[in-house]
């Protein structure tokens, strides 16, 4: 089965802790996503890839990182300068059709 | 720059009647328009997209939208409402140059009354 695979599916971060998002795909797209949803919101971009070993900043970069080391893999790291990372966080790609699929998501809390 | 707007963040409806939810959107260029769905504590699923083949545009589990250039609206509709149905649902808009990132609206949450 073709999809995205995002882990863990729930998360916990203490204060002045960095964590990192998984996010995979085995669909062969070259462009892919991180968008933060925040409740009553929609979703906001974070960053993305168009290609491996390239990476963008969205709108709201700050206190995120990433790395397009592979096609495969765009992993997302919540440093400890996000200061509210408390939030649900999608990872898509995007096909030659312009269409995103997104993966299942990562709760992030804060404690 | 791009934006989308979501009229309606609740919407109730009794099982088998009418859906309507509303998406007007705002772009320089010719938009592709997307409708997503999604479920508690679940990453979104496409519904369906419009590119410019077709102003009215069918996707799935009978909902369709369509295109109204003259009003920017996408509005999402399906005849009869299913208990299944509830969910939260998203338009968005692609810049389909550059980044080709969404817009997305702030989202419609509908319920299912039986």
């Known amino acids: 089965d073709g999809g995205i695979t995002q882990s863990p599916k729930y998360l916990f971060r203490k204060e002045g802790q960095n964590v990192t998002l998984s996010c995979e795909q085995n669909l062969n797209h070259d462009a892919m996503y991180w968008y933060r949803q925040d409740p009553g919101q929609g979703l906001r971009l974070i960053y993305y890839?168009?290609?491996?070993?390239?990476?963008q900043k969205g709108d709201i970069a700050e206190g995120y990182s990433v790395s397009r080391e592979k096609k495969e893999s765009f992993p997302l790291t919540v440093t400890s300068a996000q200061k509210n990372p408390t939030a649900f966080y999608l990872c898509a790609s995007r096909d030659s059709s312009d269409t995103q699929y997104f993966g299942p998501g990562t709760r992030l809390t804060v404690l | 720059a791009q934006s989308v707007t979501q009229l309606g963040s609740h919407v109730s409806v009794s099982e088998g009647a009418l859906v309507l939810l509303r998406c007007n959107y705002s772009s320089s260029v010719p938009p592709y328009l997307f409708w997503y769905v999604q479920y508690p504590n679940q990453g979104l699923q496409l519904l369906l997209k419009?590119?410019?083949?077709?102003?009215l545009v069918k996707g799935i589990n009978g909902f369709e939208a369509e295109f109204k250039k003259s009003e920017t609206s996408f509005h999402l509709t399906k005849p009869s409402a299913h208990m299944s149905d509830a969910a939260e649902y998203f338009c968005?808009?692609?810049?389909?140059?550059?980044?080709?990132?969404?817009?997305f609206g702030s989202g419609t949450r509908l319920q299912v009354q039986p």
């Open positions: 968005a808009v692609s810049e389909h140059t550059g980044r080709r990132a969404l817009t």
């Open positions: 419009y590119t410019s083949a077709a102003t």
């Open positions: 890839s168009q290609i491996v070993n390239d990476f």
